[in-house]
């Protein structure tokens, strides 16, 4: 299953991408290995992530859809 | 040429002038009053360097469903007449205006407590981020 992910902010600057694609993502904690092991400096910055564009906080499971979107979110600064 | 992107994002800095002069047109004979909170870069300084400018990004489709749900309950929460957020995306100067909401009601103090409640919300929940940039070109992300 494609996840493709899209970074922000400082993030986005510090992986130097704002869009990444990969597959043979399971779930949210594998996800999160994934980038920590691809992109170390990701462990001392604090962010959340959306799954279709909906904040999670504890494990998901990836359901088998053709390609879900994976939003890595800094802490928000507007308004 | 029209410069919003969606419902709630402007391009660049919100011209104030001309969206209080719409809104206010069409105010409804009973409101009783008008609150408006303008969020306005500031041109903060940071050593030999001060801020000339905010750029603002978003995550669109999560940011504007956000707002929409923020709408959403401080409608239900409060008797208002009209609830307007607006907020830019992209380049706003120091002493422009990136963030502008408009409450609408009969009195006073629905006016006053929803307009904070929503100003509150919008920093807390709506996925935007601003990179200060300074008059010397360097750039430093807010809120990290």
């Given at each position: 299953m494609k996840v493709n992910i899209l970074a922000f902010g400082a993030l986005a600057e510090m992986i130097e991408s704002e869009e990444l694609e990969t597959d043979d993502i399971t779930d949210s904690d594998v996800l999160h290995q994934y980038l920590l092991n691809r992109y170390p400096d990701l462990a001392n910055n604090d962010f959340q992530i959306a799954i279709d564009q909906k904040l999670v906080a504890c494990k998901v499971v990836f359901s088998c859809n053709d390609c879900i979107e994976v939003a890595l979110l800094p802490p928000f600064s507007g308004g | 040429m029209s410069r919003e992107l969606s419902r709630f994002f402007i391009k660049d800095a919100i011209d104030v002038h001309r969206i209080l002069d719409e809104l206010n047109q069409k105010?409804?004979?009973?409101?009783?009053a008008v609150t408006i909170f303008q969020g306005v870069v500031r041109g903060d300084a940071s050593g030999d360097t001060r801020v000339r400018e905010i750029d603002y990004s978003a995550y669109l489709p999560m940011a504007t469903e956000s707002f929409a749900q923020i709408e959403s309950s401080i409608s239900k929460e409060y008797s208002l007449h009209k609830l307007v957020v607006l907020h830019s995306i992209g380049k706003v100067e120091a002493g422009q205006c990136s963030l502008l909401v408009y409450v609408s009601a009969a009195h006073r103090a629905e006016a006053f407590d929803a307009l904070r409640e929503v100003v509150e919300q919008i920093k807390a929940k709506v996925p935007i981020w601003k990179k200060e940039i300074f008059s010397d070109d360097s750039s430093s992300w807010g809120g990290v």
């Amino acid at each position: 299953m494609k996840v493709n992910i899209l970074a922000f902010g400082a993030l986005a600057e510090m992986i130097e991408s704002e869009e990444l694609e990969t597959d043979d993502i399971t779930d949210s904690d594998v996800l999160h290995q994934y980038l920590l092991n691809r992109y170390p400096d990701l462990a001392n910055n604090d962010f959340q992530i959306a799954i279709d564009q909906k904040l999670v906080a504890c494990k998901v499971v990836f359901s088998c859809n053709d390609c879900i979107e994976v939003a890595l979110l800094p802490p928000f600064s507007g308004g | 040429m029209s410069r919003e992107l969606s419902r709630f994002f402007i391009k660049d800095a919100i011209d104030v002038h001309r969206i209080l002069d719409e809104l206010n047109q069409k105010l409804e004979g009973s409101s009783g009053a008008v609150t408006i909170f303008q969020g306005v870069v500031r041109g903060d300084a940071s050593g030999d360097t001060r801020v000339r400018e905010i750029d603002y990004s978003a995550y669109l489709p999560m940011a504007t469903e956000s707002f929409a749900q923020i709408e959403s309950s401080i409608s239900k929460e409060y008797s208002l007449h009209k609830l307007v957020v607006l907020h830019s995306i992209g380049k706003v100067e120091a002493g422009q205006c990136s963030l502008l909401v408009y409450v609408s009601a009969a009195h006073r103090a629905e006016a006053f407590d929803a307009l904070r409640e929503v100003v509150e919300q919008i920093k807390a929940k709506v996925p935007i981020w601003k990179k200060e940039i300074f008059s010397d070109d360097s750039s430093s992300w807010g809120g990290v």
